[in-house]
Nanobody, 117 residues
């Protein structure tokens, strides 16, 4: 079993920055991929960025130039630095851990990010 605890969401003005953190605990493997998805009201959950333990990153084109994902393997924690935030970035951001072999996904409880115009 895996537990994911997110922190760092909140309300910010357009153009501002936020940093999300997600700490994983439980049964973890070095091959797990970690990352972030988001879900805006009335929309489907979408990929923001993923990172492997080796540092390979997959990211959405809409945020590649503004958001940076990083990972501290020793702390089992993944971060999302969000800069130049826009109102359209408003969403609930979910931490994700995916098993490489089985493809099983684990999710955090979500953290709200609200960007005002």
């Amino acid at each position: 079993q895996v537990q994911l605890v997110e922190s760092g969401g909140g309300l910010v003005q357009g153009g501002g920055s936020l940093r999300l953190s997600c700490a994983a605990s439980g049964t973890l493997f070095s091959s797990d991929t970690m990352g972030w998805y988001r879900q805006a009201p009335g929309k489907q959950r979408e990929l923001v960025a993923l990172i492997t333990s080796g540092g390979t990153i997959t990211g959405a084109d809409a945020v590649k130039d503004r958001f940076t994902i990083s990972r501290d393997n020793a702390k089992n924690t993944v971060y999302l630095q969000m800069n130049s935030l826009k109102p359209e970035d408003t969403a609930v951001y979910y931490c994700n851990l995916r098993r490489r072999v089985s493809g099983t996904n684990y999710w955090g409880q979500g953290t709200q990010v609200t960007v005002s115009s």
